[in-house]
């Protein structure tokens, strides 16, 4: 329970009574609205060059006492900054200098924003030399602190405005829940701290003569004035739309990345696994956040030395940035970015070379009776389809390419001459995909066009996939892309070029209809092909495109 107050009066401390307060009134007031939650402090010295970033540091030995957090803020040499717990008196909104609001323009829209959740005054200062913006929301009551994150990314979402660091950023955050670990909500510095370039700006952004004692009178004056019914009803709502918002069925795309994910936040667990990893980052680089270059490099080089178990494991540490620019080179000539063409076109002889051809498929046919004796007998050899593939190309160092040319060799339905039921095709998939294979001539350069909110075919956007190159599990929610509060979904539509572009890489591949059946079931579990969604159509394309563009080596070996 909670009871109001009104102006002048000091917020009630609710927590760590026996803690003694600073005798100076000022730095009471200091530590009963900032130092609510005193774990987890973040701190920093002063740069030489006043607008430059600090280095940031958190404090996880011990809890900052009230009288040290006071100490620690009027010295000109010591920055400090706090964290939320589960109430607040308060939240901010940061904009940093440069982005699309730190100015007096923008500032204006949001406060405009704000006032229709019932937050009707805010006090703005400078944040620090560098010139960035903080909007400090003060509140008369104790509030929950997740509800009222969640109530502000909804209201500033619903009204257009882009939350992402570099731009506008929210205090407190809309945290993940911590499953197995306590999550923390992220640390701001605190405000108006001596020789920290921190003052109180008009509307114009102009500086006013401001100390701490009337910076609290100002709060007090501010906070008296919110509508914290029309407030509490927000948060209310956010809260009931964040809990109860539907669950995107995962999508193959989805399921690829959350993999490749999975993969990478693992990291080493064992010697003799830098290969795998090492092609398993380039591959989320290449694809998912669409660089190349030395900016793929330098990503593969960043995740690769972060991931868990490297120091102990990786047994190529001295010889990494080769091992990892190698990796760089082979993503971008045999993956491409998500939503793309391929940037490479197999140019491996096919016909024209039939006795070179011949002699291959020989070679290759005996690599997989070897490989497929060698796993039976060691008792390894899967019998779940598609890690049967896998094993079976990786031994004999073949691609998934042609293997599926000899499902006689190793494809248990096949071997025994059963053909399963629930993969064959109707007369009308068979005339789709099962044209007379001949020499691929040349495809019209079409663009691919993919569903729009699977992928996009241009450039990445700011905030989206493939903003944050240190991130894998993505964040992004069902919420947000209409300005409404709450949303609701659209449908998608679907391009008939598909079929085409498909059918044209059966052909290049020399599949038989036997051959592009038998994939579809061991890759989209069991479906046949008229019953695939469009995504897993698209993404049936981008598989058969890179086993074309991989021209018979398979980028695992």
Not at 509 to 520: D, T
């Amino acid at each position: 329970m909670t009871a109001s107050i009104g102006v002048g009066e000091k917020p009630r401390r609710t927590s760590h009574p026996t803690e003694p307060l600073p005798a100076d009134p000022t730095g009471q007031r200091l530590c009963e609205i900032f130092g609510h939650y005193r774990w987890n402090v973040i701190s920093a010295e002063p740069p030489e060059d006043a607008t430059a970033k600090p280095s940031w540091t958190t404090i996880k030995t011990h809890p900052i006492r009230p009288r040290a957090l006071w100490d620690q803020w009027q010295d000109a040499h010591q920055l400090i900054g706090v964290r939320f717990t589960h109430d607040t008196y308060y939240a901010l909104i940061d904009l940093d200098a440069g982005g699309a609001y730190s100015s007096a323009e923008g500032v204006a829209q949001i406060r405009a924003a704000l006032e229709t959740i019932g937050i009707t005054r805010t006090l703005l200062i400078r944040s620090s030399w560098r010139n960035g913006l903080h909007l400090y929301l003060p509140f008369a009551e104790l509030v929950n602190t997740f509800d009222l994150a969640v109530a502000l990314k909804e209201c500033l979402k619903a009204q257009g405005f882009q939350i992402k660091a570099g731009q506008l950023e929210i205090f407190p955050n809309v945290k993940a829940y911590g499953v197995t670990s306590f999550t923390e909500y992220n640390a701001h510095r605190l405000p108006l701290q001596p020789g920290s370039g921190s003052c109180l700006l008009d509307d114009a952004l102009n500086d006013l003569p401001c100390n701490l004692a009337r910076f609290f009178w100002l709060w007090d004056g501010a906070a008296a004035q919110q509508d914290l019914d029309t407030l509490r009803d927000a948060m209310t709502i956010g809260r009931d739309n964040h809990r109860k918002r539907p669950q995107r069925r995962s999508q193959p795309v989805d399921t690829w990345r959350h993999d490749l994910d999975l993969e990478i936040t693992e990291g080493w667990t064992a010697p003799g696994q830098t290969n795998h990893l090492l092609k398993t980052i380039a591959c989320y680089g290449r694809v998912f956040e669409g660089l190349d270059g030395q900016a793929l490099i330098d990503y593969i080089l960043r995740i690769a030395t972060r991931c868990p178990g490297y120091e102990q494991y990786c047994r190529h540490q001295h010889d990494i940035e080769a091992r990892v620019t190698a990796w760089a080179k082979a993503a971008e000539k045999y993956y491409w970015p998500l939503g793309t063409t391929p940037s490479r076109e197999s140019s491996a002889p096919k016909n024209n070379l039939v006795p070179f051809n011949q002699r291959q498929s020989e070679d290759a046919q005996h690599r997989i009776r070897t490989a497929y004796r060698e796993l039976e007998q060691a008792g390894t050899l899967p019998d779940q389809i598609t890690a049967r593939a896998k094993a079976i190309a990786q031994t004999a160092h073949v691609s998934q390419q042609t293997l599926y040319k000899h499902l006689g060799l190793w494809h248990p339905y096949h071997q025994e001459g059963v053909i399963n039921a629930e993969t064959s095709f109707s007369a009308d998939d068979e005339a789709i995909l099962a044209e007379p294979c001949q020499s691929p001539e040349p495809l019209e350069k079409k663009g691919l066009h993919p569903l729009a909110k699977i992928m996009k075919g241009g450039a990445f956007p700011q905030g989206g996939v493939g903003s944050d190159p240190n991130s894998f599990i993505p964040e992004r929610g069902v919420r947000g892309d209409e300005s409404v509060f709450p949303q609701a979904s659209e449908g998608e539509a679907y391009d008939p070029e598909l079929h085409e572009q498909i059918q044209h890489q059966i052909r290049r591949l020399g599949w038989s209809a036997e051959s592009i059946r038998q994939f579809i079931a061991d890759h989209f579990e069991g479906k046949r092909w008229f019953v695939l969604m469009e995504e897993e159509r698209l993404l049936l394309l981008y598989r058969l495109r890179m086993l074309d563009a991989l021209g018979g080596e398979d980028l695992a070996t």
